[in-house]
């Protein structure tokens, strides 16, 4: 049997990128892993040269590689297929070289798998080579590795890769293979070059903008991520970069010119925006658990979006205690400068200037940046008391929350009860758990913002007697016995029903920050209320005793509807790891754990009154331990069949009728759906996520809508009511689901019909306001001189989940819930200054607009900030819409709408 010759390079014996049977016929080198020249040969000119090993079988060896695949064909891995292998090896000058003629001629090399030949080839080798090291150890010279990576990147197997590297040990000569990489980097192979550094531990050859800001521009995080974990210095480097391009207004054009100067491809442009970008550091960061002084411009973002959220809870919602407005913004600016300036602008729009005087002097911002209704107000005041106001003299009532008559604990406040040292906690042991069969349990912790992970604060357990609020804080891990003494007793205790509210993410709390509870995994005896009350829909005959509609599935909404007046909520935002903790404080957290006993009670007798099954129920609803699901069974007939969806009903509408006459109602499975029925100038109801379909037969009832809604919802929403009032959507697709509903009930668009209802509220009615006015609008709203960079505008065409958000452009910023923020938008609509919302009710603006206060009569602040100037100086007539604010105006995608989306809608 012939042998090859490591070094000699014969002309038939070059390296290619061909299939094995083309090795033979010799073509030029290539880079790896490509079939065309290195850009730069001379520069890379040893990573793009020939294999020195003739890679050609000679005929002994092509004889033995065909009776190997036969025999492997036929016996797989066994005893004699090991055998013959490693007689060959042993027989060989140069083992190495021969192993490497054979895998590179192996068909399968370029997909093996763990069935295939080529892998048997690889272990059987590797247990060669590793048994007769010290014999064939001076033949494993850095010449032969480079030929080994050669030929690894013609495939694309990582575990193939991995073993041969072991096998030729790559990892000790690392430095051999840079040059390759680098030629990989330029051949624009960001993942094989991020791949082969990560395996080779090369990675302090490579800076982080080689390939890891390529891949993240590309979506391949996880080949950043396998790179990173091995890089400590990558990591803090590449999410100070990360960090730094939010110093720009825009992502988007700040890596816009980066892309394009260094030629990047299959960029995925979704994702450079300001919001994706700051989940990925957000990501990096919680990965790899960096310091939060890496991350400046990301804690300035979440600090002003902190802000924003607060200013909006007090001013718009009401909802803020004063002590807990004062020490929340004091967390949110800190010791920003551009921020503290902010605030103060911020709150003087609101038009409350005491409150940003007071903010003014507390953060000694310099008078020349008040705001000049600040300025005015200071000026005006009472010389007497034009002294600063002391900083803890802000004890103006929350006039919202007087007006509202709040939910009180109904026991003598000192019978709750402040654990905070360890000899409070062995009398409450003792005494606060004796002869107790119900207890609710509630946590607090201070809001972090998307900052650093929140940490448990506060566990209040409430009996009938009595309230106990444990100061997590400043028991910490103090008394270990007596934590693992509270989980015998209690949580693990399934002689004692413990009641919560959305208990998932207070039992994730306490597990995390008490691990001396010892928590069963069974979690026995945890009743969730709020899982209690979504079963009341199935159980019609239960009536609680006060018909509550407002407030959303909170535990203040449910005792409302139990007790007869809602929780106050004004203490829910504070630091809550501030010591001392207020009375208020004290008082909040203890009536949000006493209130589940009594609601509960309620709930009970309710349902005892009416007949239905209450023990049953609560019984299958307390958490266990978490058993396979399994599919649910569908109904079955009398006859034991399965029983079939319903029909469809035929539709109503028995002749044509125009858009403008029908109304509709979308569940929560069909938003995309709805938005395109306003599109089309249908009068649309939308249902949020947290809205229950059975809100559908109300709406269909008062407002003679039909329904709309998918499979589940309707064998449920088709029993109440009429024929063909609820129709089931097939189609997955927005445009088909838009076609279907059409055609169903023999609506008629017209081009009079598209966009004459607002797309953010369905509202029409409409101010037209010429240039003149929409400028002097937004003068009187103050521009925010210190306020945040707006990243809307590049994030409006970044990813999302909306099918409908190309349609639009964002305007402005509607606070909403704190997680649930909606970016609503205005439209360009048609390219004349007849705006097709102007076909609805049109009203005079001197009557309907309130220049001073920036607002249309109804009390709406008009959303004139999200106009760019551009728009401003080069369109002479704007749209209001009056009951949510936003602002249209003329533009061509009217237009495009209508041939693009709507041309075979619209008549």
Not at 148 to 159: D, H, M, R
Not at 276 to 301: E, G
Not at 441 to 466: M, N, V
Request: hydrophobic share 35%.
């Amino acid at each position: 049997m012939s042998q090859s010759r490591y070094g000699r390079g014969a002309p038939g014996g070059s390296f290619t990128g061909s299939s094995p049977k083309s090795h033979s016929k010799g073509v030029a080198a290539s880079c790896p892993g490509q079939n065309q020249p290195c850009p730069n040969t001379s520069k890379h000119k040893n990573c793009c040269s020939d294999i020195r090993i003739v890679l050609t079988l000679t005929e002994p060896e092509e004889a033995f590689v065909a009776e190997l695949k036969n025999m492997y064909r036929l016996l797989k891995k066994s005893p004699p297929v090991v055998s013959k292998l490693g007689n060959y090896f042993n027989q060989c000058s140069n083992p190495y070289e021969s192993f490497l003629k054979i895998l590179y001629n192996s068909q399968e090399f370029y997909n093996a798998n763990k069935k295939s030949l080529p892998l048997l080839l690889i272990e059987e080798f590797g247990s060669f080579a590793t048994i007769n090291r010290n014999k064939i150890a001076h033949l494993l010279t850095g010449k032969l590795k480079i030929d080994a990576f050669k030929i690894i990147t013609k495939q694309n197997v990582q575990s193939v890769t991995k073993m041969i590297i072991d096998i030729f040990e790559m990892v000790q000569d690392g430095a051999l293979f840079v040059d390759n990489i680098q030629c990989l980097i330029q051949k624009k192979q960001y993942k094989e070059a991020c791949q082969y550094a990560a395996m080779l531990s090369l990675h302090d050859k490579f800076s982080t903008e080689e390939f890891l800001v390529p891949l993240i521009f590309q979506d391949k995080l996880h080949f950043v991520d396998e790179f990173l974990h091995g890089s400590p210095s990558h990591q803090r480097a590449l999410i100070q970069f990360l960090d730094s391009v939010l110093d720009h207004n825009s992502v988007r054009d700040a890596m816009g010119q980066y892309i394009a100067d260094r030629h990047i491809p299959q960029v995925k442009y979704d994702k450079i925006h300001g919001k994706p970008w700051k989940r990925l550091i957000v990501r990096f960061t919680k990965m790899f658990k960096i310091p939060a002084d890496l991350t400046p411009n990301l804690n300035r973002r979440r600090n002003e979006g902190a802000l924003q959220f607060l200013l909006h809870k007090r001013f718009i919602e009401n909802s803020f205690g004063d002590e807990s407005w004062k020490e929340m913004v004091q967390e949110a600016v800190g010791d920003n400068e551009d921020l503290q300036r902010e605030l103060v602008v911020r709150v003087a729009q609101y038009g409350e200037f005491a409150e940003a005087l007071r903010w003014a002097h507390f953060y000694s911002v310099d008078r020349k940046d008040w705001p000049y209704g600040v300025r005015m107000f200071d000026d005006n005041r009472d010389p007497h008391s034009r002294q600063p106001p002391p900083a803890d003299d802000w004890d103006e009532p929350n006039a919202a929350l007087s007006k509202t008559q709040c939910h009180q604990y109904p026991l003598p406040f000192n019978t709750v009860l402040l654990v905070d040292d360890p000899r409070k906690f062995e009398s409450f042991l003792d005494v606060g758990l004796q002869d107790v069969d119900i207890v609710g349990i509630d946590c607090e912790w201070k809001p972090s913002f998307g900052g650093k992970t929140s940490e448990l604060a506060l566990l209040q357990i409430a009996t009938r007697r009595s309230v106990y609020v444990l100061d997590i804080v400043t028991l910490g891990d103090k008394a270990p016995h007596l934590w693992m003494e509270l989980g015998k007793f209690l949580f693990n205790n399934c002689d004692i029903l413990k009641l919560g509210f959305s208990l998932s993410s207070d039992i994730s709390m306490i597990r995390h920050a008490l691990p001396n509870l010892n928590f069963s995994t069974k979690h026995m005896g945890f009743l969730d209320l709020c899982m209690l009350w979504k079963q009341l829909e199935k159980y019609p005959k239960v009536r609680l005793p006060f018909d509550v509609k407002t407030g959303g599935p909170s535990l203040s909404t449910l005792v409302h509807n139990c007790l007869g007046h809602p929780l106050d909520k004004s203490e829910q935002f504070s630091n809550w790891e501030k010591r001392p903790l207020r009375e208020s404080q004290i008082y909040y957290a203890s009536l949000d754990a006493f209130c589940l006993i009594q609601a509960y009670d309620v709930l009970k007798r309710c349902f005892e009154e009416a007949n239905c099954p209450f023990d049953d129920l609560c019984y299958s609803l307390i958490q266990h331990d978490k058993s396979p699901r399994k599919k649910p069974r569908r109904a079955l007939n009398r006859s034991g069949q399965a029983e079939s969806d319903p029909p469809q009903p035929p539709s109503p509408q028995t002749s044509s009728v125009q858009a403008h006459e029908v109304k509709m109602v979308c569940d929560s499975m069909l938003q995309g759906l709805g938005r395109s029925l306003r599109r089309c100038g249908i009068d649309t109801v939308i249902l949020e996520n947290n809205q229950s379909p059975d809100e559908c037969v109300k709406h269909a009832v008062v407002d003679n809508r039909y329904i709309l809604t998918r499979k589940k919802g309707f064998r449920v929403l088709i029993k109440c009511v009429t024929a063909g009032q609820c129709l089931r959507v097939t189609s997955d697709h927005p445009d088909e689901q838009l076609d279907e509903v059409l055609n169903f009930y023999k609506i008629v668009v017209t081009k009079n019909h598209a966009f004459t209802r607002c797309m953010a509220c369905n509202g029409n009615k409409v101010i037209t306001v010429p240039q003149d006015t929409i400028k002097a609008l937004h003068s009187a709203a103050t521009p925010r001189k210190y306020a945040p960079p707006c990243d809307d505008e590049e994030e409006a065409t970044g990813f999302t989940s909306d099918e409908d958000f190309d349609d639009y452009e964002v305007g402005c910023y509607r606070p909403t819930k704190p997680a649930e923020s909606k970016q609503l938008a205005f439209c360009e609509a048609s390219a004349t200054n007849s705006h097709p919302l102007a076909t609805s009710t049109v009203s005079d603006t001197d009557n309907r607009v309130d220049l001073g206060l920036c607002q249309t009569k109804l009390g709406v602040q008009i959303k004139v900030n999200s106009l760019p100037l551009t728009v401003m100086n080069t369109h002479e007539v704007f749209y209001i819409c009056e009951e949510c604010g936003e602002v249209y105006y003329g533009g061509s995608h009217f237009e495009r709408i209508l041939t693009r989306r709507l041309r075979e809608t619209v008549q």
